[in-house]
């Protein structure tokens, strides 16, 4: 069943605000999507009819919010084509949280200073700062794969440092600023010739296209729920069955263990082994209800609506002689976010001249400050689409850029620039 983009928004009653009179064109979707009703009730309904602690109550209630905490995890394996289920899909509490478990349980107990870790130019602080730890506890060497002008990965470089010495490959799917799309089966190919764990963070790719971890041969891959119509505090790390086998847990306690005596410890069987307490129940529970929404619009058509989104604004900006776009020009397929600067407004000016439109975008280094170096600016404004977003809500974005365009020049011709100036 095709929904209608009506329907869509209909489902999200936040798109009817109003920012100080103004209609709100939500546009910052990269940082955290908006959630539509099916899911935000699921919370009201655990809440209402079932809210208990899980795996440990012999009552109804428990047994109740058990099982639908298990279910969640078996939704989420199946929405990235996981066929091991809930025993190959941790809960965590976000992307950040799932590279740290896979850096800390796996890399801290098997790198050595022969070791090199492999990313890109291109990551998020969630995974660069992380694998930038693990390097300095390991004395492993930190590498990364150079970024084209055009926003793509050097491919060559990247055949020139996966090697023999290469433990570990870490990139992201979807960057967050440039819309890339990397070439991550080309790339897990490259680096299982080497033997290496690949860790996919899955961030920006989970939320806007259809993801098969298997197919990719991903031996990790992490997502946050907060970016695909899911609630905050709940993130995902998928991983091989036999590499959470012989992962470390990152958290101890109880959940994590089946036995304990004064002198030692037995782990769960994963996922368990890595969520150790009381979990986020009704988080995971609505993240499932997230997958089922997403799912009902079908991934494809989300991809293609968010493509659809880029290319309209691409074109648009392209036009312009004073707006400087990153990442792949329009005509190639990139996720459905723009990052731009428009010459003479400062990206912060320029969010806040958008908000006062009522348009919610993001300005700065979207915490990925090397790439900032790389691209040689201190930040960048970033418009991102989902799938309640339309071409009404880019047209909006455009006139509020001309209206910024024209404050700037008025501006430069005042007397006060003048004598600022002179
Ligand atoms: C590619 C990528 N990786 C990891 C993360 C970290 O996710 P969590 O915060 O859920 O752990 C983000 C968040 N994106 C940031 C958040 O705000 N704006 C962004 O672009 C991201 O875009």
Known sequence: MVRDIQA???????????????????????????????VYEVFETYYREYNSNIHRGIHTL??????????????????????????????????????????????????????????????????LVTWQQIAELTG????????????????????????????????????????????????????????????????????????????????FFAFSGHKMAGPTGIGCLYGKRHLLDEMD??????????????????????????????????EGIALAAAADYLDDIGMDRVREHEDRLAQYLLERLEDRDDATIYGPPSGEQRAGLVSFNVDGVHGHDMSSLL???????RAGDHCTQPLHETLDIPGSVRASFYVYNTTDDIDALLDAIDDAEEKRDAYLRSERYHDAIY
């Not at 209909?10 to 939500?26: H, K, S």
């Not at 919010?65 to 995890?73: F, K, P």
């Not at 290469?166 to 190919?189: C, D, I």
């Not at 908000?355 to 975008?361: E, L, Q, T």
């Open 249 to 282: 847990p990152f958290l101890y306690g109880g959940e994590m263990i089946t036995h304990v005596t004064l002198d030692r410890s037995v782990w769960n069987d994963p996922p368990w082994k890595f969520e150790a307490g009381t979990p986020p129940i009704a």
């Open 355 to 361: 908000n006062d439109r009522g348009i919610a975008v």
């Open 140 to 219: 492993a060497t930190i590498q990364f794969i150079r970024v084209n002008e055009d926003g793509h990965l050097d491919m060559e470089h990247a055949t020139e440092l996966i090697g023999p010495e290469t433990a570990v490959l870490s990139v992201t799917h979807v960057s967050n600023v440039l819309g890339t799309v990397n070439p991550v089966t080309e790339l897990a190919e490259l680096a299982h010739e080497h033997d290496a764990y690949v860790v996919v963070d899955g961030a920006q790719s989970v939320p806007t296209r259809p993801v098969d971890v298997e197919e990719m041969d991903a031996d």
């Open 62 to 127: 428990s047994h109740e919010a058990s099982v639908a905490y298990e279910e969640a995890h078996d939704r989420l394996a199946e929405f990235v084509g996981a066929s091991g289920g809930r025993e190959e899909l941790v809960f965590t509490k976000n992307t950040t949280e799932s590279i740290n478990l896979v850096a800390y349980g796996l890399g801290l107990q098997n790198l050595g200073p022969d070791d090199t870790i492999v990313t890109t130019e291109m990551e998020h602080h969630a995974s």
């Open 8 to 38: 869509i928004r209909d489902d999200f009653p936040i798109l009817d605000r109003e920012i100080d009179g103004t209609p709100l064109v939500y546009l910052d979707n990269a940082a955290t999507t908006q959630t539509p009703e099916s």
